[in-house]
């Protein structure tokens, strides 16, 4: 419901898109993320495939789109990798260790795409270097938008460019994203 209110009255609903096709000025694929449970994610193999990033919380209004995303990653699983990256950076909503938030998600939502260790995706001292990347133009090559609360998303084309960011009130499943997504 969140999703639709904030969508009529345009909250959190801003869609920007490099429609100049600006490459990076630091590679994508040289990028890492830590998984939740500690392992490694190399961005490098996931030449050839759209990525989407999405900064996630468990006790948000945007929670839901947990089942969204998971239904993406097993229609698109061939061509779309996904990426949950929870923060604790807008009103406390996630509040549990990775343990407990991967836990929650794979309950509630069934979730089995990759969620990254739980960390800082607002600018500061403490940003996760895939979220410097993603809102850093002199990095990705033309953005500088950083997520303006829990479920804001980016899409990373097939050859590592930034294409898309999203609002949170931007549905996963919406014509937005599989326009996007080509789809």
């Not at 000025?25 to 990028?31: D, I, N, P, Q, R």
């Amino acid at each position: 419901m969140l999703m639709r209110v904030s969508k009529r009255f345009r909250k959190n609903a801003m869609m920007k898109y490099n429609s100049e096709g600006i490459r990076p000025a630091v590679s994508f694929y040289t990028l890492n993320a830590v998984s939740n449970s500690g392992d490694e994610i190399s961005f490098n193999g996931f030449k050839g495939k759209k990525v989407l990033l999405v900064n996630t919380a468990s006790d948000c209004g945007y929670t839901p789109q947990y089942e969204e995303l998971q239904t993406l990653h097993e229609q698109f699983r061939d061509s779309l990798i996904i990426i949950g990256f929870p923060a604790n950076d807008f009103g406390q909503q996630e509040k549990g260790d990775d343990a407990q938030i991967a836990q929650f998600c794979k309950k509630n939502f069934g979730v089995s795409f990759p969620l990254a260790k739980k960390s800082t995706v607002i600018r500061s001292s403490r940003q996760n270097p895939v979220y410097e990347w993603l809102t850093s133009r002199k990095e990705n090559g033309w953005n500088d938008q950083e997520p303006t609360w829990n479920f804001s998303k980016y899409l990373v084309n097939e050859e590592g460019t930034l294409t898309y960011y999203f609002d949170p009130s931007v549905s996963p499943m919406g014509a937005e994203m599989r326009n996007a997504l080509g789809k």
